[in-house]
């Protein structure tokens, strides 16, 4: 079963308006936010507010991830217990280096007796995972780890390897690529990290596109003005709709049966571009679900 996550938001833990908001947008998952947007004297509160706020219910279809501190903080064993109690959809574990790590966050969560549903998701942002993405992405073949997405960090990686984040993101292209690789031959969703400069509109529009035409899920988000144009570049348009059902429906014509590549408007198809179609297809009615 494909679930869209086109548009996935973060909003931090410790704002209860923000919080009261997102249950009110378009937005295909909210990330509530225990790290970066919370400082350290209001992490106690912050994490009682997500509990009650996940308690209280409310938002609806949105895929619901609680985002923990890092394995290294001083805060992640009680992040842990909060989230493990509270039964997300997801728990989202930032600056992982390598495989052990999903080993450690698997044991913890069953120490906890978390939720069998409740899956994680782990946050590519050091030099560590980068060179370790394929034995981290393997782990989603021990279901003990629960290892369900990948988010990528991109404002991190560039600290630590000095990259530059210049327009166009050339220099992090290849480093992009291999992630994705990875994430796709163990069956592991992927979304781009955010852009900061949400009042750049033109500039996040051409970063959604690009990181669509990578081959990311969709975007994660800092701003709650960037759902609707995340929503609109990873929904398959019309044109790429009515394409897709129309190459299903070429490869079901009683001429074309048990071929492996017909033609079709001028072009060449194979099964291969069928499956892609049966893909879009399954994509865009869940969305409209």
């Keep these: 079963m494909i679930r869209p996550r086109r548009s996935v938001l973060f909003m931090p833990g410790s704002n209860a308006r923000a919080i ?14 225990l790290e970066d947007s919370v400082a350290p004297d209001a992490k106690a509160a912050a994490r009682d507010q997500i509990a009650q706020e996940v308690a209280k219910g409310g938002f609806g279809k949105r895929e619901l991830i609680i985002r923990v501190n890092h394995l290294q903080s001083l805060w992640w064993q009680d992040d842990f217990a909060m989230a493990a109690k509270a039964r997300p959809d997801g728990i ?11 080993t450690t966050i698997g044991r913890k969560l ?7 549903k409740t899956r994680v998701w782990v946050m590519i942002e050091t030099p560590l995972a980068v060179v370790q993405i394929r034995e981290i992405a393997a782990c989603a073949l021990d279901k003990e780890t629960r290892l369900a997405a990948f988010v990528i ?20 292209i290849p480093m992009f690529t291999s992630i994705i690789l990875a994430a796709r031959a163990y ?3 992927i979304l781009d990290g955010p852009y900061s400069d949400f009042s750049n509109s033109v500039g996040f529009d051409q970063e959604c596109v690009q990181a669509r035409d990578l081959g990311f899920d969709g975007k994660t988000l800092i701003h709650p003005s960037q759902v609707e144009t995340a929503n609109a570049v990873f ?6 709709l009515a394409r897709a059902k129309n190459i299903i429906a070429a490869f079901t014509l009683p001429e074309n049966a048990g071929k492996g590549a017909i033609r079709f408007e001028g072009q060449m198809v194979e099964r291969l571009h069928a499956e892609m179609a049966q893909r879009t297809i399954a994509l865009s009615e869940a969305i409209a679900g």
Excluded: F, Q, W, Y
């Design 20 to 33: 009261e908001k997102a249950r009110t947008l378009p937005a295909d998952g909210i990330i509530l936010d």
């Design 92 to 102: 989202l574990v930032p600056k992982i280096l390598g495989p052990d790590d999903l």
């Design 110 to 116: 069953d120490e906890l007796g978390a939720d069998p």
């Design 153 to 172: 960090g991109p404002n991190d990686i560039a600290l630590e390897t000095r990259m530059r984040m210049l327009p166009g993101r050339a220099a992090m």
């Design 187 to 189: 069956g592991v969703e």
């Design 235 to 240: 929904t398959p348009s019309p044109d790429e």
